[in-house]
């Protein structure tokens, strides 16, 4: 079995030669590697031919169009039976592909992902960040997975699909933002089958601080809307839950005002993270900003959702995404 990895890129050279790097060390190599500059000002060629002796590796430069496209583009150009998809901000483990081999020998699948993890060396806003995409406490409980309240969408940070599947389907939309999961609706909606590998994890860096994560969560809560716009019986009382979370927590600090003792509430939730963070990493630093962290996400996720029903209940927009400038950040 031979794999096309596809990695869209833009403004991180740093990140593709870390990326690249750990690829060079897996077990498995029969894979081609397709490096896609999406109009970067800051290029990445010299690093891609860094690599050129040690992976099988092709570079491409085109108009800036966001993720989707990209991603398209480079599907274009690979041989290889199955795709998979990594963003440039990912660190793939050694026996990656050892554990996707055996789990597509014991039961193959159209299209599958894998979660992501939280490497050591990563700083303590990236393994809060972290903390808060799997958490039960967060929106990570939600996300899909082995127990999940929904099917499994595979993520584009982590994505491999069927070469002859994601033809099929015509690949990732022009969506700015949520393309991934809108490919996965269309894949499901034509047949094909996902599944979690739950061992087959990588390490993603996620946003570097606070402000971009914000930016980042509040667009993935417009693009639920824009989703369920697309894909009619979509959304489920799940994905309503950050936005609940906000009207609450809202409403409660206001009733603090006039009677303190109801911002227990807001407090134990907090205390929360913090204990079952502080389990996890052993680091009491990552934890304490996991707080942050937790808030940050569904604050701007439930933020972004109620934006974008105002914008289309109210003003009847199609919503399609705030901080459009920042789409890889």
């Known amino acids: 079995m031979r794999f096309s990895l596809i990695i869209p890129v833009y403004n991180r050279p740093q990140e593709v030669d870390e990326l690249l790097a750990s690829l060079t060390l897996c077990n498995y190599s029969n894979f081609e ?56 901000d990912c660190l793939i483990p050694e026996n990656f592909f050892d554990v996707v081999l055996s789990e597509m020998q014991h039961q ?53 699909i069927l070469a002859s599947a994601f033809r099929q389907v015509g690949g990732f939309s022009n969506m700015r933002f949520g393309e991934d999961v809108d490919l996965s609706l269309r894949l499901f909606e034509n047949g094909f089958k996902s599944r979690l590998f739950p061992k087959a994890y990588v390490y993603h860096k996620r946003r570097s601080d606070f402000r971009k994560f914000f930016k980042q969560v509040f667009n993935s809560g417009m693009a639920r809307i824009n989703l369920s716009l697309n894909h009619p019986g979509t959304l489920k009382l799940v994905h309503l839950l950050p936005s609940v979370f906000v009207l609450f927590m809202t409403t409660i600090v206001g009733i603090s005002f006039i009677s303190p003792l109801f911002l227990i509430i807001p407090l134990l939730y907090s205390l929360s993270i913090l204990i079952d963070s502080l389990v996890k990493s052993k680091n009491f630093e990552v934890a304490l900003l996991s707080i942050v962290a937790a808030w940050v996400q569904l604050y701007g996720y439930g933020l972004g959702f109620i934006y974008a029903l105002w914008l289309w209940l109210i003003y009847g927009q199609k919503p399609q995404g705030a901080f459009m400038k920042s789409f890889y950040h």
């Open 108 to 160: 193959p699948v159209d299209f599958f992902g894998g979660p992501d993890a939280t490497h050591p060396n990563f700083s303590p806003v990236q393994k809060a960040i972290g903390y808060t995409m799997t958490s039960f406490f967060t929106t990570g409980g939600i996300r899909g997975g082995r127990v999940s309240l929904e099917r499994f969408a595979p993520r584009s940070f982590n994505m491999g």
């Open 33 to 88: 590697v397709i490096v896609v500059e999406d109009g970067s000002d800051i290029s990445c060629r010299d690093v891609v031919e860094k690599y050129s002796r040690n992976l099988n590796i092709r570079y491409y430069v085109k108009d800036n169009s966001g993720p989707g496209p990209t991603r398209n583009f480079g599907a274009e150009r690979v041989s290889g039976d199955y795709l998979i998809f990594f963003d440039s």
